[in-house]
Nanobody, 123 residues
Framework: QVHLVETGGGLVQSGGSLRLSCAAS????????MAWFRQAPGKAREFVAR????????YYADSAKGRFTISRDSNTNRVALQMDGLQPEDTAVYYC????????????????WGQGTQVTVSS
């Protein structure tokens, strides 16, 4: 059974940084795309960044470009999201997700999800 467990959320001041981590287990993820999404209160879940497990190809939402960096470590089966220059509008629950043989920004295309981790940015 696939498990995705996010850690690393918290409260940070505007301009600060956080590093989120997603521990993936239950199967080989070599054929998966791994992604980070976020959902703010009253808003739809939105794509943040994705990476192919089998290669370092990445893609970012416009809101994340230049500030966030997604990476994966095949040795530890973890996907990270380094977030710098955080702003209050980045406040949301951040989710890790896995898409089998896909390359999508649509939440409905993702097969597995973590429980989420809260990120709060104060002004």
């Amino acid at each position: 059974q696939v498990h995705l467990v996010e850690t690393g959320g918290g409260l940070v001041q505007s301009g600060g940084s956080l590093r989120l981590s997603c521990a993936a287990s239950g199967r080989s993820f070599s054929a998966y795309t791994m992604a980070w999404f976020r959902q703010a209160p009253g808003k739809a879940r939105e794509f943040v960044a994705r990476i192919m497990w089998s290669s370092p190809i990445t893609y970012y939402a416009d809101s994340a470009k230049g500030r966030f960096t997604i990476s994966r470590d095949s040795n530890t089966n973890r996907v990270a999201l380094q977030m710098d220059g955080l702003q209050p509008e980045d406040t949301a629950v951040y989710y890790c997700a896995a898409d089998y043989q896909g390359w999508s920004a649509a939440p409905n295309d993702y097969d597995f999800w973590g429980q989420g981790t809260q990120v709060t940015v104060s002004s």
